[in-house]
């Protein structure tokens, strides 16, 4: 089984500032794993990924995520926060060991509520 | 190129009553996912699809069931509706030639009364 974890349920940072959201993950082969987005009544806007290679990945808007093995983590940062990045952001991850029925699933985190006040 | 797009984008609905949902995938993807997100929760996953054939299935009970058709959209049914079926459905499209991202649609808006 696979399962992911967003201790925070809320993150507050002052525009400018750099910030962090936090992911944790648990599966049994090796993780693929994702951030996504959502503003409100909206669908889910896809951030950035790890699927192998450097531990330091980036995407969309400025954010970037570390890919820790050793902690099974994998936070979500940006070295200066907007306004505008005000949002739900909800980590996920598939087990990349399987194949055929079933590998395409997502395990998503509780999601974390970012605010950036500015 | 569109994304994907799902419709309708609101529904109400009666408990007992049924519902189909509707989705067409990003022009050249052959995958589609459905997913539930309860409000203040994360998705989660109740059906995959890939040609048309069913590759995943979540922990959902039968009332749940859906098909894809041989343009790729698909379709999500749910019979004999309970108020817990209240939640934003997700559809998610996915091609060959990408990574393992999954594209979201804007979702439906289910509620039961």
């Known amino acids: 089984a696979q399962s992911v974890a967003q201790p925070e349920d809320q993150v507050n940072v002052a525009e400018g500032n750099p910030l962090t959201v936090k992911c944790t993950y648990s599966v049994s082969g090796n993780p693929y794993l994702f951030w996504y987005v959502q503003y409100p009544n909206r669908g889910l806007q896809f951030l950035l990924k790890y699927i192998t290679g450097d531990n330091l990945v980036k995407g969309s808007y400025g954010f970037e995520a570390e890919f820790n093995k050793s902690q099974t983590s994998f936070h979500l940062k940006k070295p200066s926060a907007l306004v505008s990045d005000s949002a739900l952001y909800f980590c996920a991850v598939r087990d990349g060991s399987y194949s055929g029925a079933g590998s395409y699933q997502l395990t998503f985190g509780k999601g974390t509520k970012l605010s950036v006040i500015p | 190129d569109a994304g994907v797009t799902q419709s309708p984008t609101h529904l109400i609905k009666t408990r007992g009553q049924h519902v189909t949902l509707r989705c067409s995938p990003i022009?050249?993807?052959?995958?589609v996912s459905w997913y539930q997100q309860v409000l203040g929760q994360g998705p989660q996953f109740i059906f995959q699809y890939y040609e048309k054939e069913e590759r995943g299935r979540g922990n959902f009970p039968d009332r749940f069931s859906a098909r894809q058709f041989p343009n790729y959209s698909s379709e999500l049914n749910v019979n004999a509706l309970l108020l817990g079926d209240s939640a934003l459905y997700l559809c998610?499209?996915?091609?060959?030639?990408?990574?393992?991202?999954?594209?979201f649609g804007p979702g439906t808006r289910l509620t039961v009364t």
């Open positions: 998610a499209s996915r091609g060959l030639r990408q990574g393992y991202e999954q594209y």
């Open positions: 022009s050249g993807h052959k995958s």
